[in-house]
């Protein structure tokens, strides 16, 4: 059994997944130790089966349920450890909400994260480190200029939470691990 974080994306403002119903469709559907964490589209699980085909089940069961057809990543609890310690800014997490990680679908072109360091504002910064994103943004996330160009500058698909986020999300993991 793995245990996976799944992270929706979209979740909020008009694109709601309601957290006890989610739980308890994805417990039906044969997951275990389902745990899910604030309405912002977030799920911890245990899985017998693939990620490929995790996803599929989840998504299938996501679509089916709630409405809800936007991308979903999962990431297994040592690869989250590892995000966590791969942050190439480790001052940032002083103020936690300044500071994101966004798990990223693929590689992006050098040339998009060249880009988006140019439009970032004085002491704002992104890293890549493998197929996550690191964005340190120490003015806000919703008033930064990287921030806003990030998404569709990145070229490819990505779902993004802040640093508390982050650190919950592996805390309710190793509960559903163990």
């Not at 979209?10 to 469709?25: D, F, M, N, S």
């Not at 990620?51 to 299938?60: G, L, M, N």
């Not at 679509?63 to 990543?73: L, P, Q, T």
């Not at 890293?127 to 340190?136: N, R």
């Amino acid at each position: 059994m793995s245990t996976y974080i799944i992270l929706f994306r979209g979740v909020g403002g008009a694109t709601q997944l309601p957290t006890k119903p989610l739980r308890e469709a994805l417990t039906e559907a044969g997951f275990g130790n389902v745990a899910t964490y604030i309405n912002s589209g977030n799920a911890v699980l245990k899985s017998s089966i693939s990620r490929e085909k995790t996803i599929a089940s989840v998504a299938d069961i996501c679509k089916r349920e709630f409405g809800f057809s936007k991308d979903i990543h999962a990431v297994t609890l040592d690869e989250w450890s590892a995000l966590i310690d791969a942050n190439p800014f480790p001052e940032a997490v002083a103020v936690p909400k300044f500071l994101h990680a966004a798990v990223l679908a693929a590689q992006p072109e050098e040339g998009k994260v060249k880009a988006l360091q140019a439009v970032a504002a004085k002491g704002e910064r992104i890293a890549v480190v493998g197929k996550v994103a690191y964005l340190h943004t120490p003015e806000g996330f919703g008033t930064s200029k990287l921030a806003e160009r990030f998404d569709k500058g990145i070229g490819v698909p990505n779902t993004a939470r802040n640093w508390n986020t982050v650190l919950k999300l592996k805390e309710l993991a190793e509960k559903v691990d163990s």
